[in-house]
Structure formats: C-alpha cells, structure tokens
C-alpha cells in the first residue's frame, strides 16, 4: 500500500529564512508527485507537481520541489520565506495505476514577521 | 466559474441525527473525493466516484454513504452521527484520464457531532 511520510510536524521560521520540507513516500511503481498548500481556513490548493522529466519541478509563489527516487522523496523547497507563507503543506502521491491519492500527515508552517 | 462547492460551510448535530454534505463541481470532471481532514493525520478518503454510477470505500469509509446523483453532484451521508465523525470534510474533483492530474477541492464542511 502507498503511504507518505512527512518529516516535520511544525516549523516555525523568520521571514527571509529559507524552507525545505521533507516528503518521503512508499510506492513500488511510478508515481505521480503533488504538494498541496492550505492557508489557515481555506481549501487546499496545487502548489506543483511531478509526474515526468526534470526532477526539479518549479511551482506557484517560488515554491520548487526535487524529486530523487532513488531515495522516495519530493522535498519542497522556496529559498526565503514571507509571512504569508503560514500555512500547512501537504504532500501527496498517486500511482499511475490507480485512482486514489495518498496525503501525508502535513507539516505546519508558521512565519514569523 | 465556482470550481468545487461545499453546502454547508459549518453544521453542529446531536449524536444519533442525520445529515447529507453536498458537493457539486462545475469543471466537467469525472472523479469525485470525499475525505475528512483531522489534527495530525492529514486528509483521509471515505469515498469516492470514479465516475458517474460508480462509487467505491475509501479508506475510512464506515459510518457514511455517498450517491453519485449525476457527473456534477456527490454528496455524503452520516446515517447516525457520532463524535468521532467531528472533522472537516472535503470534497475533491478531478478530471480522469490521465492519473497526473490533480485534484480540486472545495472550501469544507466543517462538522461537530455533540
């Protein structure tokens, strides 16, 4: 069964710093990579995603995110941060044959100004 | 163009009523998702359509039943409510055919069972 791990519960960084979030999953075939971001009472929403060519996939607000296989992971990246960045992110994974997504626990961000 | 609506936003039940989420999506998708978002434990799917007619258990499916009514509408029903089924409920739309497409969801339901 898939399953996705996410290394972080909570970060808490100043503005400026940068961001690495961690996104581990466990899927024997080829898989489909998302990040999703959900700002505090709203819906969530596609920051990016992978599913062929460059590892490196860039997304919405300067969030990017690479992808390594040979070690599972699709680690979201921005190099600095804004307080409007607070939020949670989650990662998710869906195989190429099947329907459903998988989502990882999340990780909460808080930015301070 | 609304995307993917939830009705209603905020409900609050006694333990032993009934209640019917309804979602309905206006961007022609096949797919549809019911999941519940906790504290900790990211989203977690219930149900889900695969296309109009079809409906299949999620992960955590006791306690609900879903009806595909038509390609637009998927709606969720808590028969008998408990507590343990306080959450906030989302609802999802995608477009099949191509399994790197990602789901959209709708602004939630946010449920307490008393």
């Known amino acids: 069964a898939q399953s996705v791990s996410q290394h972080n519960h909570h970060v808490i960084l100043s503005e400026a710093a940068s961001l690495e979030l961690g996104c581990n999953y466990s899927?024997?075939?080829?898989?489909?990579l998302f990040w999703y971001v959900q700002y505090p009472g709203q819906h969530l929403q596609l920051l990016l995603k992978?599913?062929?060519?460059?590892?490196l996939v860039k997304g919405i607000k300067g969030f990017e995110a690479e992808f390594i296989k040979s070690k599972f992971s699709f680690n979201l990246r921005k190099p600095s941060v804004q307080w409007s960045d607070t939020a949670e992110y989650f990662c998710?994974?869906?195989?190429?044959?099947?329907?459903?997504?998988?989502f990882g626990p999340g990780t909460r961000l808080s930015v301070l100004p | 163009n609304a995307g993917v609506t939830q009705t209603p936003k905020f409900q609050v039940l006694k333990t032993g009523q009934s209640m019917t989420l309804q979602c309905a999506q206006d961007m022609n998708h096949n797919s549809m998702y019911w999941y519940r978002q906790d504290p900790g434990m990211g989203l977690r799917l219930i149900y889900y359509?695969?296309?109009?007619?079809?409906?299949d258990k999620g992960e955590v499916p006791n306690g609900y039943n879903v009806s595909r009514l038509n390609k637009r509408e998927f709606s969720l029903r808590l028969e008998s409510a408990a507590p343990s089924q306080t959450s906030v409920y989302f609802c999802?739309?995608?477009?099949?055919?191509?399994?790197?497409?990602?789901?959209?969801f709708g602004d939630g339901t946010r449920l307490s069972i008393l």
């Open positions: 998710a994974v869906n195989g190429n044959y099947g329907q459903n997504f998988v």
């Open positions: 899927y024997g075939g080829t898989v489909n």
């Open positions: 992978y599913f062929s060519g460059d590892p």
């Open positions: 999802a739309s995608r477009l099949q055919g191509s399994n790197n497409q990602p789901q959209h």
């Open positions: 359509s695969a296309s109009e007619g079809t409906t």
